[in-house]
């Protein structure tokens, strides 16, 4: 098999076309693979299929070096927030098909052996914030123009409401209601096909989503709750990317960023936010929308991190 492209001037990394990476796909799997078990064969490909995709949005940029497979690592932990076990999995599919280029000769030497995967956790105790961090956080929100106005009704709806991100792009106008039991939203979680759950909302939340509402014009039932309002993308739903970009900035400029905080983490927190509050837990159950008491119960069992010290955490995930 020859490729089209070449290896990079300088000799470290090689650059592949997509018609190219695809072709030493097939034949990783189907010839280099050919002595594993289908199961084997089977998570490889589901893994590097999401490398595939990562691939493609790089733009050629990707040559197979240290720090692009870093870059990757990165991709999976902060923007696909996938668990440790997952990513560890992911990186050994794309370590192993590495070494397969390297077999072949189109690699000097094996770039993902020096990135290591995540270590399987042994507490959650890095993936919620703590009061102070809370603290830091709202004071690195502003509220002087719609865009600030839109973010800082995002965290709050993540952090009092226990939204995830995608319950968040998906939502419409229409799907904020005043009920007798109080203002709700309508919400279509992560595997589900149609808005079946209602998430009570607060009144300090309510207020926030609101506050941002009132500065668009022409507004619909219809109309995704929270938009776009860049020059290019103006009025276009929210993607849950931008959602955890600008999160994730709004998380580093707090300094509240660590090894374990992702914007999920807001989710989480709301729970111990809730629990500390000595909401019961059945309600606690419903406002997660866990399937199971014993899902509710490990947050019950982690009251304590909301008041830990921020420095302590941060120590735990060294």
């Known amino acids: 098999m020859s490729d089209a492209t070449r290896s990079s001037s300088n000799g470290a990394g090689l650059e592949l076309s997509l018609r190219n990476l695809r ?3 097939k034949e990783f799997l189907t010839d280099y693979l050919k002595d594993k078990s289908k199961e084997t064969v089977g998570t490889y490909r589901r ?3 999401t490398f595939e995709k990562w691939f493609i949005t790089t733009q050629g940029k990707f040559r197979f070096t240290e720090d692009d497979i870093r870059n990757y690592k990165t991709y999976l932990m902060e923007e696909r927030e996938l668990s440790q076990v997952s990513v560890s999995t992911y990186l050994t599919a794309l370590r192993r098909f590495c070494q397969y280029l390297t077999d072949i000769g189109k690699l000097e030497e094996n770039p993902a052996k020096a990135v ?6 042994d507490s959650h105790s890095r993936e919620v914030l703590t009061e102070a961090d809370i603290e830091a956080l709202k004071e690195a929100l502003d509220e002087e123009s719609q865009i600030d106005k839109r973010d800082v009704a995002i965290v709050y709806l993540m952090l009092y409401a226990g939204l995830s991100e995608i319950e968040i792009v998906r939502a419409d106008v229409e799907d904020l209601e005043h ?3 109080g203002p709700v939203l309508r919400v279509q979680g992560k595997g589900r096909t149609v808005k079946d759950q209602q998430v009570p909302l ?17 507004l619909h039932p219809d109309s995704p709750l929270f938009v776009s309002h860049g020059h290019r993308s103006e009025g276009k739903r929210l993607n849950t990317r931008s959602v955890r970009s600008r999160i994730n900035g709004y998380l580093k ?4 960023k660590r090894r374990g905080v992702t914007p999920h983490s807001l989710t989480h ?3 111990l936010i809730w629990l500390n509050n ?15 008491l014993d899902t509710t119960m490990i947050y019950y069992k982690k009251q304590g991190l909301l008041k830990r010290d921020p420095e302590e955490l941060a120590s735990e995930s060294e």
Do not use: F, I
């Not at 607060?202 to 022409?218: C, F, I, M, W």
């Not at 400029?253 to 509240?256: H, I, K, L, R």
């Open 253 to 256: 400029a707090s300094g509240v």
């Open 278 to 292: 000595d909401m019961p837990l059945e309600e606690v159950k419903q406002r997660m929308r866990h399937g199971t």
């Open 116 to 121: 290591k995967g995540n270590r399987r956790p």
């Open 179 to 181: 009920t007798l039991m």
């Open 269 to 271: 927190t709301a729970a």
């Open 47 to 49: 893994s590097l299929n």
């Open 202 to 218: 607060d009144a300090p939340v309510v207020g926030k989503v609101e506050q941002y509402l009132d500065t668009r014009s022409g």
């Open 23 to 25: 072709d030493h796909l």
